[in-house]
């Protein structure tokens, strides 16, 4: 009964030409809508914000929302979500990512998610004014590169000890 009347509201809804805030909200809130609500959404000229509410949400949408929000100039953040969340495409968008002034925080993220491309990423981070921080995620996380990393490491008395402590 709940079934077929939440069918009659969604016929009711389209009719009245749904905005994609109102899918989005549907595509989050409401399981057995998610799929119809995120294809009439991929049809209305879905913003980035969009595409990702269906990568995120919707499981059988999520390459079809990745590959258009791939083709619709992604910002980093969008790159990253579909790292996150598209295997099919997470070497494309990591190299993407690469590509267009990625912060240290994004070549982190690419090193942590793209294994592939962890060295490259691993290399500009070393480029770009890497923080002690950042240095540290490198000789954790790349071994190549471990040894340059570390020659550039700055290190306080504060930050002797707390490695001291973690090591020990």
């Known amino acids: 009964m709940e ?7 969604w016929e009711e809804l389209l009719k ?10 549907i595509i989050e809130h409401v399981d057995s809508l998610g799929k119809a609500a995120g294809q009439k959404l991929m049809e209305q000229q879905p913003t ?8 995120k ?10 590959q258009k929000l791939m083709e619709q100039q992604p910002t980093n953040d969008d790159l990253r979500y579909v790292i996150k969340y598209v ?32 060295k490259a990423a691993g ?3 070393l480029k770009q ?16 590169l471990g040894k340059a990393a570390g020659k550039l490491l700055k290190w306080s008395k504060k930050e002797i000890m707390e490695e001291i402590k973690r090591l020990g």
Do not use: C, M
Not at 48 to 55: E, Q, S
Not at 96 to 107: F, V, Y
């Open 3 to 9: 079934k077929e009347r939440l069918g009659k509201l």
């Open 16 to 25: 009245q030409q749904p905005t994609n805030d109102d899918l989005r909200y």
């Open 48 to 55: 980035n914000n969009d595409l990702r509410y269906v990568i």
């Open 57 to 66: 949400y919707v499981d059988s949408l999520r390459e079809a929302a990745g």
């Open 87 to 118: 295997d099919f495409l997470r070497e494309t968008a990591g190299q993407k990512l690469l590509e267009q002034q990625p912060t240290n925080d994004d070549l982190r993220y690419i090193i942590e998610h793209v294994d592939s491309l962890g």
């Open 123 to 125: 290399q500009k981070l």
């Open 129 to 144: 004014q890497p923080t002690n921080n950042d240095l540290r995620y490198i000789i954790e996380h790349v071994d190549s």
